[in-house]
């Protein structure tokens, strides 16, 4: 299984899950939100419960720890055999997902 770690702050999910789950791969997503101070949980809950998604899990940080330390909050609660971590941002668009999902056998560590 793959799981995608999402690291946010400030509703910056709200673009990137419906995208992922569109995606036809079978993921569980994690996100770690990093200190948000709007309505990113509570958000975030309502679209789980809306779409009634198992595959969502929820790490908050009550205050920012920065980048690393979310990856770190992620990778401990990671249970699939291949972990993928992508910013909430879209920097990367979550199409890439896909292409990473299929050379994932070409190498141990695949960047984009």
């Given amino acids: 299984m793959l799981n995608i770690l999402s690291l946010l702050i400030n509703l910056q999910a709200s673009f990137l899950f419906p995208l992922i789950l569109k995606l036809k791969i079978v993921a ?26 198992s595959r969502l899990q929820i790490v908050r940080h009550y205050f920012n720890r920065g980048h690393a330390a979310s990856i770190v909050s992620g990778l401990e609660i990671a249970t699939g055999k291949y972990i993928l971590t992508m910013d909430s941002d879209l920097q990367h668009p979550p199409q890439m997902i896909c292409e990473f999902w299929e050379n994932r056998h070409l190498a141990d560590v695949i960047a984009g």
């Fill in 28 to 53: 569980e997503i994690i996100i770690i939100d990093d200190g948000s101070i709007d309505e990113t949980v509570s958000q975030i809950l309502k679209w789980r419960s809306k779409n009634k998604s």
